[in-house]
């Protein structure tokens, strides 16, 4: 795979992969709607590390690509690049600025975490509550796992502004959202195993059976 320093070299890389097969299984997991050209995952992200350098006005011509992949590659991008430069903000803003760009969960998990989370350790967490309070799932479902970085490197603080997220998201009615916030609690109770008790003492009761079952699935004994 050659330098893919363009968003139009991105596309013609992608297309160059596509394959009917691999269609027909990204097909089952979009909605009917989104165009996709059919690549596999792993090929994906092998086309946005190679164009980690990627320049942002050329970052901006890839987010607005209409297809499932090309949109995929772009917020890799952002996780490649959060991972050289931890705590960005302006990779944050880039990915809070296009959010509308995002239209499904795994967009979300690919970059959340790295690109936003990083970004917000220390505070302020302001974003995550705008995000929890929004209309849209896909941003509540961003506010709940980008705090996902907190539970392997923040700080206590940190930490706690995470389940302070997963208090009101923990029984969202959309399963891409109280999903995420088992996630989080499962990889917190890791981290504070007290802290975890604590939540489901209080909230188990009313969380979504999914929710509930990933949040407790670390708990040993």
Known sequence: MG??????AVVDELQSLASADELAKVRRRLDPAEPAIGVRMRSVFDVAKAATAMPLDEWERLVVEPTYEARMVAFSILDFQARKDVGSRVLCSTYLGHHDRITTWDMVDRAA???VGAALAAGPYDVLHELAGSVEPLRRRSAMTAPLWFTRHGSPADLAAGFDVATILCTDAEPSVHK???IFLA????RDPA????FLEQHSAVMPAAGRRLATRKVTG
Do not use: D
């Open 187 to 190: 990889h917190a109770g890791q």
């Open 113 to 115: 975490p790295r690109v």
């Open 3 to 8: 330098a893919l320093p363009t968003a139009g």
């Open 195 to 198: 802290a975890l008790s604590r």
């Open 180 to 182: 995420a916030a088992g």
